[in-house]
């Protein structure tokens, strides 16, 4: 075979490849959890996969495993999910700030109809003026969590002042 065969060949394989190769996007299954340190204050955004947390926290597995302390009840309302998820998430929640546990005091879920994804938020405050050292722990029906810290900086700005931030 010629070398004007053989590339002509290696061209017709390459454009036939390019026409029937389909792409995936890279869909991140697991939870992601946001830890925002303020002023006297912890916020924890949590985003995770309602199908799979729903089916986690119904798991007769994950209860004799003792994952779970009690199943959820299979058909309830979409408020009585939440309120079961809030509940379930504010105990097996635990946070340490400074070697102290910190309680949540509030604790909201939603759920968009349009999103296979549920937003959980734990709000807690604290008396600390500065924040050494942070412990979480998730519960474990979330399954693997995709964890960021931030401490976020506040600075006034006059008209057309720069700003500067050291990390």
Not at 64 to 78: K, Q, Y
Request: hydrophobic share 45%.
């Amino acid at each position: 075979m010629s070398l004007f065969k053989k590339l002509r060949w290696y061209v017709l394989v390459c454009v036939l490849a390019s026409f029937t190769a389909t792409t995936y996007a890279h869909e991140l299954n697991e939870t992601t959890a946001q830890v925002i340190l303020r002023d006297g204050q912890v916020e924890v955004k949590i985003i995770t996969a309602t199908d799979h947390l729903v089916d986690a926290l119904q798991s007769d597995q994950a209860w004799l495993l003792g994952d779970i302390d009690t199943i959820m009840p299979a058909g309830l309302s979409v408020k009585q999910q939440a309120e079961f998820i809030e509940n379930t998430l504010k105990q097996k929640t635990s946070l340490t700030i400074n070697k102290q546990v910190i309680s949540f005091e509030r604790v909201t879920f939603s759920s968009d109809t349009n999103s296979e994804n549920g937003d959980i938020t734990l709000q807690a405050k604290h008396v600390f003026p500065e924040v050494k050292d942070i412990a979480i722990s998730f519960h474990k029906a979330l399954g693997t969590v995709h964890m960021s810290v931030v401490k976020p900086q506040y600075k006034l700005l006059s008209a057309g002042e720069p700003a500067h931030v050291v990390f």
